[in-house]
């Protein structure tokens, strides 16, 4: 059994901690809303009043927030990870976050004995809480060996991609994937439709070929063509990480039409999509309220 810290109790940050509390784990956590500290309380997890406080006693501390700026401020930050973590600390940071903020703050942390390594995940709330997520993780063999034990009862498949921050690069290109998909799939049951094929036949047919994506197999099945969009996931967390991809792309010095393109597309739909919708609604550009 770890001591395991958890900052940020959201919807991601509440599923983790109690994945980890049921694998046998001691569990501290935090998080800036009171309201949401209350809340975990209430099902059993040890609260601490601030970053500062939970990592004077964990062995891990796992961060679920929103912004690679929320990241910074809770690594760097007066009450924060780097001013009151003991040596041999090991943070694993599970948010969608930019690697270069990810490899500044490893920097910094390693020169005080701490260890980062990056493991944004997949599959929403539903897999936090069912210990069923996905991890790309960045860092080195010895840190993520370390933290293995602890990751595998948050998540069914981890796959290490490379030294730290890789799993950041690789998380911003995954979600700037699924943003695409998406919009081409909607795009696909426009031209059903429209041809006189029910969308749904449709799409079991494309899910037999080559043309199927994690987009057609799941999304569209499960929160789209039932009018459910209740996933969990918002629209502002995921323009938020096309911003990441495109910015991404551009510091690189990439010419990427089609990525530039849906990045336009989604920045675009907050003007008809509030933030607060779940993702899955950005199909409503090509299908209108009529899924």
């Known amino acids: 059994m770890a001591i395991v810290g958890v900052v940020g109790l959201g919807n991601m940050g509440r599923g983790m901690a109690i994945s980890l509390k049921r694998g046998g784990h001691q569990v501290l956590g935090t998080d800036a809303s009171e309201a949401t500290r209350t809340a975990l309380a209430a099902e059993g997890i040890e609260i601490h009043p601030d970053v500062a406080a939970l990592c004077r006693e964990a062995e891990l501390v796992i961060l679920s927030l929103p912004t690679a700026d929320i990241v910074d401020a809770v690594v760097t930050g007066e009450n924060g990870i780097l001013a009151h973590a003991r040596p041999g600390l090991l943070v694993?940071?599970?948010?969608?976050?930019?690697?270069?903020?990810?490899?500044?703050?490893?920097?910094?942390?390693?020169?005080?004995?701490?260890?980062?390594?990056?493991?944004?995940?997949?599959?929403?709330?539903?897999?936090?809480?069912?210990?069923?997520?996905?991890?790309?993780?960045?860092?080195?063999?010895?840190?993520?060996?370390?933290?293995?034990?602890?990751?595998?009862?948050?998540?069914?498949?981890?796959?290490?991609?490379?030294?730290?921050?890789?799993?950041?690069?690789?998380?911003?290109?995954?979600?700037?994937?699924?943003?695409?998909?998406?919009?081409?799939?909607?795009?696909?049951?426009?031209?059903?439709?429209?041809?006189?094929?029910?969308a749904e036949r449709m799409l079991e047919g494309i899910n037999a070929g080559s043309g199927r994506s994690g987009v057609t197999l799941v999304n569209f099945p499960t929160w789209v063509l039932n009018d459910a969009f209740d996933s969990g996931f918002t629209m502002k967390l995921m323009r938020k990480d096309v911003r990441l991809g495109a910015q991404l792309v551009d510091e690189l010095g990439l010419s990427l039409p089609l990525a530039a393109e849906a990045a336009k597309l989604w920045a675009g739909s907050a003007d008809t999509i509030a933030d607060g919708e779940d993702f899955n609604r950005i199909v409503e550009l090509q299908l209108g309220t009529d899924k």
């Open 92 to 198: 694993v940071d599970t948010s969608t976050s930019h690697p270069d903020t990810t490899r500044r703050l490893a920097k910094l942390l390693a020169d005080a004995g701490v260890a980062l390594i990056d493991a944004p995940v997949s599959g929403g709330p539903k897999g936090a809480i069912t210990g069923t997520m996905t991890m790309v993780i960045g860092g080195s063999e010895a840190d993520v060996a370390r933290a293995e034990p602890i990751l595998e009862a948050i998540s069914a498949k981890r796959v290490h991609v490379g030294a730290v921050g890789a799993g950041h690069v690789t998380k911003i290109i995954n979600n700037l994937l699924c943003a695409a998909h998406l919009l081409t799939a909607a795009e696909a049951v426009k031209i059903a439709r429209s041809a006189g094929v029910d």
